[in-house]
């Protein structure tokens, strides 16, 4: 459908993102960007991603001023527009713990041990059912 997932890692757009919620963001070009709208993009020459919202658009210098909804202060460097993601679309809260966990060590291994448990959970039935033949024979008075 076109979004990109990401999970949110830090309080800085709360309440509107808390931690642990999974934000879908819709790439979108500066020009599709507003005033109030909460964006993702990478901060400065880090592969971070950050979403904050917009509090200004500097046309002239193609760049957006950002602020985390929990943040006192706007961000300290202005957004150039070609670090833009897109803008967020929708979330949903939680879900990212899931995706934060699985990705950790134990998350792996408890992801495996589970997949591990219902292909067992399907195979021990069929090792101990009779065939057709042994149940006709089963039935059958010596």
């Known amino acids: 459908m076109g979004y990109q997932v990401y999970a949110?890692?830090?309080?800085s757009m709360?309440?509107?993102?808390p931690i642990g919620s999974?934000?879908?963001?819709?790439?979108?070009?500066?020009?599709?960007?507003?005033?109030?709208?909460?964006?993702?993009?990478?901060?400065?020459n880090?592969?971070?991603?950050?979403?904050?919202?917009?509090?200004?658009?500097?046309?002239?210098?193609r760049q957006f001023i950002t602020k985390g909804d929990n943040n006192d202060n706007m961000d300290f460097a202005p957004v150039p527009f070609d670090n833009v993601v897109g803008k967020v679309a929708f979330s949903v809260p939680i879900l990212g713990y899931i995706s934060l966990y699985i990705k950790s060590a134990k998350g792996?291994?408890?992801?495996?041990g589970l997949i591990i448990i219902i292909l067992l959970l399907f195979i021990i039935p069929e090792i101990f059912?009779?065939?057709?033949?042994?149940?006709?024979?089963?039935?059958e008075p010596k």
């Open 46 to 61: 880090f592969e971070a991603l950050v979403t904050h919202r917009v509090i200004e658009i500097d046309a002239e210098n």
């Open 108 to 112: 792996i291994l408890a992801a495996g």
């Open 129 to 139: 059912k009779k065939e057709p033949e042994q149940e006709q024979q089963a039935k």
């Open 22 to 44: 999974v934000i879908m963001v819709q790439p979108a070009t500066p020009a599709d960007i507003q005033v109030g709208d909460a964006m993702t993009f990478s901060a400065g």
């Open 14 to 17: 709360e309440p509107s993102y």
């Open 8 to 11: 949110v890692l830090t309080a």
